[in-house]
């Protein structure tokens, strides 16, 4: 298996989610931290991993393949998802909110459905990031941002987002700020 994707993200968090195993509703009035503290305990079932781009958001070419290599890239980080037969999903942080504040608002979103892979049961991941995040303005369109591979087999669970930003940092936009984007993010993607 090798396929390239493009994903899309105004925050800059991504994430791979067994969505047979994730129940993403939290409440109309959610908070960051409630969110995170969701995160890490599907993480810890491995259910889930999270990861933060370190950039703000946009879109990411994404490459992936079966087997675990050697190839470097700035950064990497390997987890595992345990799951029964069937298809993991590419979700962006933006669905994650969506879900999290409406009970309605299923995963996959609409727009994400295609992000889809199979696997045979347990797997291990490797996230690694092609770029630095201080310096997006050097990265050539449609370069490979991600390469994400994935293999049978375990590895430790994450026990919070892959290199998350740090507290003292702004965090991603609240709930309400959230829906209003991205309704008209949808909007604007349908007219593409």
Known sequence: MERRLRLFDDSGLLS????????????????????????????AEQAMLVWDCGDGGGPYDVLLRSGL???????EA???????????HFVSYDALTMAAQFADEKLP????????FDVAGDVRIRVVQMFDP???????????????EVEPGDAPPWTAVAWQMSPAAEAPP?????VGLARLRGLLRRFR
């Open 174 to 178: 609240t709930p309400s700020a959230k």
């Open 16 to 43: 791979i989610v067994d969505l047979r195993r994730y129940s993403p509703f939290v409440g109309d009035d959610w908070t960051y931290e409630q969110l995170l503290r969701k995160f890490q305990r599907a993480m």
């Open 69 to 75: 290599t050697t190839q470097r890239g700035f950064r």
């Open 78 to 88: 390997t987890g595992s998802v345990r799951t029964a037969p069937g298809k993991l």
């Open 134 to 148: 201080r310096r997006t303005t050097e990265i050539p369109e449609r370069e490979v941002h991600f390469i994400i």
């Open 109 to 116: 979103a609409k727009t994400e459905s295609e992000f889809a």
